[in-house]
Nanobody, 124 residues
Framework: QVQLVESGGGLVQAGGPLRLSCAAS????????MGWFRQAPGKEREFVAAISKRGGSTYLSDSVKGRFTISRDNAKNTVYLQMNSLKPEDTAIYYC?????????????????WGQGTQVTVSS
């Protein structure tokens, strides 16, 4: 079992930055690919970013490429999502997730564990 706890969400003005953190506990998170997803009201949960087990590979959705960065510190069992140049359309609940698969997934299904989410609201 892996427990995931997100933090760092909040209210920010358009153009501003936020950094989300996802702390993992329980079974070591280093054996997992990690992902960030988001869900806006009335919409399906969508992929934002993912990082491989040792951090060597990262993937970003087209909508956040150039603005967001995903990273991880395995010594701290923590994954980060640095969000810059935020837009009102980035407003959503952001979830981190852990995936035991060999390959990184950009879809919800393969992810085994999920955090409770943290709200990000970007005002215009």
């Amino acid at each position: 079992q892996v427990q995931l706890v997100e933090s760092g969400g909040g209210l920010v003005q358009a153009g501003g930055p936020l950094r989300l953190s996802c702390a993992a506990s329980g079974r070591t998170s280093t054996g997992y690919n990690m992902g960030w997803f988001r869900q806006a009201p009335g919409k399906e949960r969508e992929f934002v970013a993912a990082i491989s087990k040792r951090g060597g590979s990262t993937y970003l959705s087209d909508s956040v490429k150039g603005r967001f960065t995903i990273s991880r510190d395995n010594a701290k069992n923590t994954v980060y999502l640095q969000m810059n140049s935020l837009k009102p359309e980035d407003t959503a609940i952001y979830y981190c997730a852990a995936d035991l698969s060999v390959t990184i997934s950009r879809t919800v299904g393969p992810y085994d564990y999920w955090g409770q989410g943290t709200q990000v609201t970007v005002s215009s």
